[in-house]
């Protein structure tokens, strides 16, 4: 199968509207959103054309194909505009022999064993990186980079991770999931 995933949008019509280009381009058959969607937060600026509703009618536009996880920033009042769950705490995903634990980030997820592939958004950096145990990815942010880095979102198929640009397309970076260390 193949996802696009992607992470604080924080209420930018503008950036949901281009993720939305960029998934429907990707013929992806889910987008799993790592959380905080519409509200922007009490540490960051507004993002460009900050506007929830419009944003929440890009995401429910979709609605059929999204999967989602609850980030800081989600309230129980953003249920009200936006037709599909947001409540869940992480989304397990099986591949290439892997675990793959999707969550927003401002948690550490209790069932994270050795082997795992911890994704999330939250810190608005894309990374990757083998740690203790595991693998820790970032797919960074939609809206509100952080650090010099792109508005970002990820591709994964066939057990690649394609790292892109949400204003362009273009990958910046390629990770390959099977080529990870053993986790014996």
Request: some cysteine; charged content about 25%.
């Amino acid at each position: 199968m193949k996802y696009v995933i992607a992470s604080d949008i924080h209420g930018s019509a503008y950036y949901c509207g281009l993720l939305k280009e960029r998934y429907l381009e990707e013929r992806a058959e889910k987008l799993i959103l790592l959380g905080d969607l519409l509200y922007h937060g009490a540490r960051n600026a507004l993002p460009r054309e900050y506007s929830t509703l419009a944003c929440a009618d890009i995401l429910n536009s979709l609605k059929e194909d999204i999967l989602c996880v609850r980030g800081n920033c989600d309230s129980d009042v953003d249920t009200l505009v936006l037709e599909f769950p947001i409540g869940a705490e992480y989304c397990i995903l099986p591949v290439c022999g892997r675990t793959l634990i999707l969550t927003h980030g401002h948690r550490m997820p209790a069932l994270l064993k050795k082997g795992d592939v911890l994704v999330n958004g939250h810190y608005h950096v894309p990374a990757f990186e083998e740690r203790e145990g595991y693998t820790y990815v970032n797919c960074g942010s939609v809206s509100i980079p952080k650090e010099n880095s792109r508005h970002s979102y990820l591709v994964l198929q066939d057990g690649m991770l394609y790292f892109k640009d949400v204003e362009t397309g273009e990958i910046f970076c390629t990770e390959n999931l099977q080529n990870l260390r053993s986790p014996c």
